[in-house]
């Protein structure tokens, strides 16, 4: 015998979109994912390690970046220098780290059109934690039920546009060659 709502029975109370992508874009089975464990063994202390700067990790640190500083008041590429220095000070980032960080393509991306439009909306909402109550159908695509799951995660940042909507963005520091490669990637997102 076996019982026939089996999916339900493994189906989590919630999830993060980091979680939900990583499934849909690796082929990882959630359940793997959630019964992941890390020895002790496992965590090297920031001091003991010799991590090498990857490009996720300078992802990190651009997210981070465009997290602290004010959009308006990087007029140079100086400015962003400036501030690194400034963020090297206060420890949030180190001095190898800093100068892996692209100042180029964040002071680019602070003055292109899409930037302007952030800089002239009323409110910037950087980082802001969201849940929402979703089919369970949209990520499990077995689950026939109506069950919901909670999904949780982080908006990089989201304004309000002259029309009144709410524009979210979500950064991305991949290189790719057409942005249909960066949609079929993040899509799930």
Known sequence: WKYQNFLLSKLPIKSTVSTIKKMKT???????LQNQKIGLAEIIPE????????????????????????FNSVKTEKDIKIFLEYLVSKNF???EEALK??????????????????KNSKKIYKEKPFCIKIDASKIFSEC????????Q??????????????????YKTDFVENENDLIKKYGVQ
């Not at 690796?26 to 793997?32: A, C, I, L, R």
């Not at 001091?47 to 004010?70: A, M, N, P, R, Y």
């Not at 026939?144 to 999904?151: A, H, L, S, T, Y």
């Open 144 to 151: 026939k039920n109506k069950e919901k799951i909670f999904v």
């Open 47 to 70: 001091f003991v390690s010799c991590e090498k700067i990857t490009s996720s990790k300078i992802g990190t640190l651009t997210h981070l970046v465009l997290q602290k500083i004010d």
């Open 101 to 118: 960080i692209n100042t180029k393509r964040i002071f680019n991306f602070l003055n292109s059109n899409f930037a302007l439009k952030i």
């Open 93 to 95: 980032i180190n001095e």
């Open 153 to 170: 995660g982080i908006i990089d940042l989201y304004y309000i546009n002259e029309n009144g909507n709410i524009v979210l963005v979500d």
């Open 26 to 32: 690796e082929d990882v089975d959630f359940f793997e």
